[in-house]
Structure formats: C-alpha cells, structure tokens
C-alpha cells in the first residue's frame, strides 16, 4: 500500500518551488502549483500534487487532477507528468499508477501529499482512465498529433531579435508601421481579450472558454498577464500569457481575422518575447498545435525548437466532440450570444 501524507498547503508550495527550479530548465506551466486554486475553486475539480521521495530525498514533483471517474495531467495544459529531480531506478508509469492507486485506496481529499517510493511495493494494476501529457511515450496507447514549439531566449531583446529571419524581422516592423499598438495587463484588457478570442473561436467553429475562465486564471495565479492588440483603440488581437520560473507560455492566441494582413500576430508574439526576455525568461512556448495544421506552420517561421507532445493514456481514446467537422459546422453559424453562453459550459470539460 502507499504511503501518503498529507502537506500543509502553504508550506508545501514553498518547498514545491524550491525544488522545481532546480531543474527550470524542464518546467513548464502544468507544474505551477497557484493551479491548485483554480482547479477546485473555478472548475471544482481534484487537484493532487505529490512531492515524491526515494531513499527520503526528493526525488519528483507529480501534479495530476481527477476529473470525474479519470486523472489527468494537466488538464487544459500540456507538459505533466512527472517533473524529475533525481534518478530513482523506477519506470515513470508504475511509480504513476502506484501514485493513483493510493489516492482511490485511501479514498484521499484533494491537497498535496508526500509519496515515499519503493521498488517492493509498486504495482502495475489496470486503473480508472489516467491521461498524463507529457514528451514521452507511457502506457500502450497515446496520440502523438500535437507539438509545443518553443524559443530558447537570449539575455538581452537586440540578440534576440537578430535570431529572427530577415523576413520575419520585417513583418515586426511593418506591424508597427501599420499603427499597431500592444498593451499589457490583468483585469482591465479581459473584456477585450475575452471579445477577441470569442469571436476568432466562433469564427474556427470551436466552443470559448469564456471570460470567468480566464478571470479565474488570473485570480488563482499570480504569473498570468494579457497582452492586447490595438489599431486606433481598436482591440485586433489577444494574448493569453503564463510563465512559471523563467518558463513563459502563450497559453491561448487570438486575433481578428480582417485584421491581420496587418501581421498583427508577428508583432503580439514579438512583444511578448521581448517582455519575456527583459525578465529573464529562458524559454517562450507558442503554446500547442496541431503538427502539419496553419498554425503549426505559421510557427515555423520563428527560431522554434519542435517537442512533440504524447497524450498517454491507460485506455482506448473515445470519439471527441472537437473532432467532429459536423459539430463544427453547426457551431459557426449559431449566433455570438448563443455560443458565448454555451460555449464556456462545453469548452471547460474538453481538457
């Protein structure tokens, strides 16, 4: 049986911080542990984060959320699993399931939790449904139709503009000679973030998250920022941004269609790597996308490191509601009222 034992909340996320950034350079949002109040505050979900031990050192940080009768790391993010601190001769798929095992066994409370580690005890059970996201293959079935791409960050913004292609470089350049303008904040860009991203969503026939998901996020977590496109006070583009020990991610991307022959975008992401960089960042993530999709290579004019992204799962992937073309169809032409109200209600349980 696994030992569990149950952390202070406060003092547990300190020591969850220390030890992560001693390995940053593996980090990426999934692991920030302020998610932990937006997981059961926003979406009343079972957030566990487990601080494992070998030989009572640290040994890795396990964040995984219970969603109904299944487990998943992370939803909505991309990168869980297990974030290694030290080499522990033990598969990273029985140290998951004997994890998950404890949890259903002890019938635990959502929290964080030491998890003391031992090759006698790990058992390789068939559990209720796990989905762990993550660079590397686990369990017998996984897709593979996803990919982050990173930018490896230089120290100072003039060498890393220099790391851009000349063509890219102009398109920044024409951006800002076309009258575009970017702001940063918090609260006061949501409702012209949440307009932009509303309508581009509807346009792609995909159900919005919608405006009180986004607030929770930026309540619950304290590294989240948005950063607003403008032409004359006009809002054309939006940017959803987190970062987590010099890991910054564009979380979620949105512009106006009409709009971008202006290249709105280059000039978003531009100045978001730009604050990235002026705070030390190491990394900025474009986020997830589809390999071989237009946003995948519009990706690829950027200095990009490709990491194919693996969605493990212990069962045989059902049938979603977001492959559906028909569904898609339908949803672009419903009216804007209609699929703002609907939207959030579907959107938040398609992790």
């Not at 003391?116 to 059970?125: P, V």
């Amino acid at each position: 049986m696994v030992e569990l034992q149950p952390l202070d909340l406060r003092t547990a996320t300190e020591q969850w911080n220390t030890l992560a950034f001693k390995v940053s350079s593996s980090v990426t949002i999934a692991f920030h542990p302020e998610l932990f109040h937006f997981y059961t505050t926003h979406l009343s979900l079972s957030p566990y984060y487990f601080i494992l031990y070998s030989n009572d050192k640290p040994a890795g940080l396990f964040p995984v959320v219970k969603t109904g009768n299944s487990f998943i790391s992370m939803p909505h993010f991309s990168g869980g699993g297990i974030l290694w601190l030290n080499e522990v001769g033990l598969e990273e798929q029985e140290i998951i399931v004997h994890t998950i095992e404890g949890i259903i066994k002890e019938n635990m409370d959502s929290g964080f939790y030491r998890v003391n580690l031992s090759a006698e005890e790990m058992a390789t059970k068939k559990l209720t449904s796990v989905e762990i996201r993550n660079f590397n293959p686990l369990f017998g079935e996984h897709e593979t139709n996803k990919a982050i791409c990173l930018i490896n960050l230089k120290k100072k913004e003039k060498e890393q503009f220099k790391q851009f292609n000349p063509n890219l470089r102009r398109k920044i350049n024409k951006a800002l000679r076309n009258g575009i303008e970017i702001r940063k904040g918090k609260e006061d860009l949501l409702d012209d973030f949440s307009h932009v991203y509303n309508r581009n969503m509807h346009r792609l026939g995909s159900p919005t998250l919608g405006k009180e998901f986004f607030k929770a996020l930026l309540s619950s977590v304290n590294e989240t920022m948005i950063f607003m496109a403008y032409q004359k006070n006009k809002p054309i583009g939006g940017s959803f941004v987190m970062w987590y020990d010099g890991y910054t991610e564009n979380t979620w991307f949105s512009t106006v269609e009409k709009y971008n022959k202006f290249y709105t975008s280059y000039l978003l992401h531009w100045e978001t790597i730009r604050w990235a960089v002026q705070n030390g960042a190491h990394c900025y993530s474009m986020g997830r996308s589809t390999i071989g999709s237009g946003t995948h290579n519009y990706k690829l004019q950027w200095p990009v490191e490709v990491k194919p992204l693996y969605f493990n799962r212990n069962f045989k992937s059902k049938l979603s509601l977001k492959d559906q073309k028909w569904a898609i169809k339908i949803w672009k032409v419903l009216p804007p009222f209609l699929v703002d109200s609907l939207g959030p209600v579907i959107a938040k349980r398609i992790y």
